[in-house]
């Protein structure tokens, strides 16, 4: 151990012989001035009282566009302030407010309710309830409006975009049109307004005189619907349940279908139950892939290919169904033709897709974007292990017309001066420079701090592809073409090799981070070398050695691995990625470490991210946490400021962290599991209820005995759980002294 804060708990207590004090910081929120609900391509941005003051991200946004800006209710000229504000069930939002003095005697009480309801459009309902002794005359006055900014412009406060908004009054539908003028752009809200009293609009405000007897109520209701393109987005039903949308659908499903997970460790259980919520809550709910998940909330609300793919391929040891969707998704978003404003080529993968004002008039090329290198070698990847958890040849059949222009794509363009290494570029002038797995500008930098230009062959990106190589191998045998997988298989042979030898540096003990355009090292310590781990590109002779560099002290903050190494001169712990710790890589490392044995890193790796789980409220992963050392002065780590929270590979790590205590491996065309676990002192048992291997479920009861061995109970359907280490665990184990 060579931290202070590498025996502590996940539960915030220490093991024996650490001097360190334990952390009592818990319930910590990523944006404690913000709160947000959701639902498909919708969501609501508050303050945390729950209203809509104009200022900032808030407001409701329909397909990244904000349509209600702006919600200011008063009531006899007064602006109740909710005492109390509430998320229900992820989609919904509940908040109480005081209209009259409830001490008062005889009772003059009265309250606000404001329910809102997430759909394709929104419900706001107010309910006014009195407990006064007399009858209370009240005027309501609701304003409404709506800016129609981007996400993006909303978020940064800076606008690219604009036009008009003009006002239309219909009095005999009782509802206000708001219509968006720019460039062409055909968008617009319709507000319709019920109420219990007669309701008037004038002066830019919906008017209601409400004469409320005693122990009554009485109620307005709005239903926002966004108009885009002649569509008309119906606002859901007002229920606490189900707003009963396709993303409603798709959450339901989740919920039903995703493994159960309990254990005595209270910590874990609660950061399982987050994650589990978590990702039935994030799906896009269309028809092309239904429970495919958004990135996260608030500003990722959109389509993301490797992002979408990731978090279902860490999650399936929960459920398979998202992983088929978003391999859909992907499949049905590959590029056609050569168009540089979009990194487009035909066969690429797509990187990004939005629906805001700014995309659809071409400011930026998001509407339908491709700078990004990993999602091709990745969806290759993810359609095997799809297979290998499933054994559903059907949908790997209809899934291979897109896998072969993927491999046709990366062959003609993945390496443009074919080395034998994938190195990216970019094309389009207002594109994404860096396009591996870490995509921020300022990223990939050498080992004096300075940035390395284009084009750039980085490390995780060629152990992407010889997974991807070898998983195609598989899946195109198993699919009845066995010869074109044998060449795939000897391909990726090929490739292992001459990576190590063009990577590797001894002096270091760890690869290099990338190949910048002279062919050499970037010899910048960072995480990559944990993807490698994950993919078994690693020589089983080098990899305790890249285990131990990933957890050195400049490496492991002990909340997690830092993007980049502390020592290094461009480190910013609070970057996005120059140093600070992202939970989705301890998904990913966890199981790089599980496949090499290497079990005293995952332990310290899974306690550390549990740990960091355990501070934020309802146990959840924020997007990117600081790369602030774990220890006295620093209590918590804090979060990078722009961070998402809920984040749908975050919640999909905790789920890979527990596949890799277990080092399960699924062989669902040979109905067995493989099992191998190793549970640490802090995590005495786990009960998973309902995995599903090739269309049976098993439950599987994991308990820590003395020593450190472990029993393994199974409940179930018929299928063979087997415990056996895996081949490079058994290799490793060879090789170290």
Same mark, same amino acid.
């Given at each position: 151990m060579t931290d202070a804060s590498a025996g502590r708990t996940p539960s915030g207590a220490y093991t024996a012989g650490q001097g360190v004090r334990m952390s009592r910081v818990r319930n910590l929120r990523v944006r404690p001035d913000l709160l947000y609900v959701a639902s498909g391509w919708s969501t609501l941005v508050t303050d945390v009282r729950g209203r809509i003051t104009g200022a900032g991200p808030q407001g409701f946004f329909a397909r990244n566009t904000?349509?209600?800006?702006?919600?200011?209710?008063?009531?006899?000229?007064?602006?109740?302030?909710?005492?109390?504000?509430?998320?229900?069930?992820?989609?919904?939002?509940?908040?109480?407010?005081?209209?009259?003095?409830?001490?008062?005697?005889?009772?003059?009480?009265?309250?606000?309710?404001?329910?809102?309801?997430?759909?394709?459009?929104?419900?706001?309902?107010?309910?006014?309830?009195?407990?006064?002794?007399?009858?209370?005359?009240?005027?309501?006055?609701?304003?409404?409006a709506a800016?129609?900014?981007?996400?993006?412009?909303?978020?940064?406060?800076?606008?690219?975009?604009?036009?008009?908004?003009?006002?239309?009054?219909?009095?005999?539908?009782?509802?206000?049109?708001?219509?968006?003028?720019?460039d062409g752009l055909d968008r617009a809200v319709a507000i319709r307004a019920r109420a219990d009293a007669p309701i008037r609009y004038a002066d830019g405000e919906f008017v209601v005189d409400v004469a409320l007897p005693p122990r009554e109520r009485s109620r307005v209701e709005f239903a926002v619907e966004p108009v885009f393109d002649g569509e008309r987005l119906v606002a859901p039903p007002p229920s606490f349940t189900?707003?009963?949308?396709t993303a409603a659908a798709a959450r339901a499903r989740l919920d039903h279908e995703f493994t159960r997970l309990t254990s005595t460790n209270f910590d874990v259980t609660a950061a399982w139950r987050c994650a589990q919520e978590d990702l039935a809550g994030l799906p896009l709910g269309e028809p092309a892939g239904p429970t495919a998940p958004i990135a996260g909330l608030p500003i990722y609300q959109e389509i993301f290919g490797r992002d979408t793919m990731t978090a279902s391929w860490q999650a399936l040891l929960a459920g398979p169904t998202m992983l088929a969707d978003s391999l859909r998704l992907n499949a049905q978003h590959l590029g056609r033709r050569v168009d540089d404003w979009r990194d487009e080529e035909p066969g690429k993968p797509l990187h990004e897709a939005r629906q805001g004002p700014v995309s659809a008039l071409n400011i930026d090329p998001l509407a339908r974007y491709y700078g990004d290198w990993s999602t091709a070698p990745d969806f290759l990847v993810f359609l095997g292990q799809y297979y290998a958890w499933t054994a559903d040849l059907e949908t790997v059949r209809e899934l291979l017309p897109a896998a072969r222009r993927t491999l046709a794509w990366i062959d003609r363009y993945g390496d443009p001066d074919h080395d034998g290494f994938l190195e990216y570029h970019c094309r389009s002038r207002v594109g994404v420079k860096n396009q591996g797995w870490k995509d921020s500008d300022d990223a990939i930098v050498d080992e004096h701090g300075q940035l390395v230009p284009n084009p750039i062959a980085?490390?995780?990106?060629?152990?992407?592809?010889?997974?991807?190589?070898?998983h195609a191998a598989v899946t195109f045998a198993a699919a009845g073409h066995p010869a074109f997988g044998l060449g795939l298989a000897r391909r990726a042979?090929?490739?292992?090799?001459?990576?190590?030898?063009?990577?590797?540096?001894?002096?270091?003990?760890?690869?290099?981070?990338?190949?910048?355009?002279?062919?050499?090292?970037?010899?910048?310590? *960072?995480? *990559?070398?944990?993807?490698?781990?994950a993919t078994g590109i690693v020589p089983t002779r080098i990899a305790p050695l890249v285990a131990d560099r990933?957890?050195?002290?400049d490496m492991f903050s002990g909340w997690g691995i830092?993007?980049?190494?502390?020592?290094?001169?461009?480190? *910013?712990?609070?970057?996005?990625?120059?140093?600070?710790?992202?939970?989705?890589?301890?998904?990913?490392?966890?199981?790089?470490?599980?496949?090499?044995?290497?079990?005293?890193?995952?332990?310290?790796?899974?306690?550390?991210?549990?740990?960091?789980?355990?501070?934020?409220?309802?146990?959840?992963?924020?997007?990117?946490?600081?790369?602030?050392?774990?220890?006295?002065?620093?209590?918590?780590?804090?979060?990078?400021? *722009?961070?998402?929270?809920?984040?749908?590979?975050?919640?999909?790590?905790?789920?890979?962290?527990?596949?890799?205590?277990?080092?399960?491996?699924?062989?669902?065309?040979?109905?067995?599991?493989?099992?191998?676990?190793?549970l640490p002192e802090w995590l005495p048992d786990l009960k998973l209820e309902g995995v599903q291997i090739g269309g049976r479920t098993v439950d599987l009861t994991v308990r820590r005995r003395r020593g450190g061995r472990t029993s393994v109970h199974t409940r179930g359907d018929r299928i063979a759980v087997i415990r056996r280490p895996t081949l490079h665990a058994i290799s490793t184990r060879r090789h170290r002294p």
């Open positions: 904000r349509v209600l800006s702006t919600e200011r209710i008063t009531i006899d000229g007064r602006e109740p302030v909710p005492f109390s504000t509430a998320t229900v069930q992820g989609h919904a939002q509940l908040s109480y407010a005081e209209l009259g003095d409830g001490a008062r005697l005889p009772s003059r009480a009265a309250y606000l309710l404001v329910e809102r309801f997430v759909g394709a459009g929104l419900r706001t309902r107010l309910t006014l309830l009195s407990y006064a002794d007399e009858l209370l005359d009240l005027r309501l006055r609701i304003h409404l800016d129609f900014a981007d996400t993006g412009e909303a978020e940064t406060g800076r606008r690219v975009q604009s036009g008009p908004v003009d006002a239309r009054w219909d009095s005999a539908d009782q509802e206000l049109r708001l219509t968006y003028r720019c189900e707003p009963g949308d980085t490390s995780e990106l060629q152990a992407y592809w010889y997974a991807a190589l070898r042979a090929a490739l292992r090799r001459r990576f190590h030898r063009a990577f590797w540096m001894p002096d270091r003990g760890c690869y290099a981070m990338a190949l910048g355009p002279d062919k050499r090292h970037v010899r910048s310590v *960072n995480s *990559n070398d944990g993807h490698l781990l990933l957890l050195a002290p830092r993007t980049l190494s502390a020592a290094h001169p461009a480190y *910013n712990p609070f970057s996005y990625h120059r140093g600070s710790v992202w939970p989705v890589e301890a998904g990913t490392i966890g199981i790089g470490f599980a496949r090499y044995g290497c079990w005293e890193h995952l332990h310290r790796l899974a306690e550390g991210t549990f740990a960091a789980s355990a501070l934020f409220a309802e146990h959840r992963l924020p997007e990117v946490l600081s790369g602030l050392p774990r220890d006295d002065v620093y209590p918590h780590p804090g979060v990078y400021p *722009n961070s998402c929270s809920p984040q749908a590979w975050s919640a999909s790590a905790v789920i890979a962290l527990i596949q890799a205590l277990l080092a399960l491996r699924p062989a669902a065309p040979l109905r067995t599991i493989f099992i191998d676990p190793h």
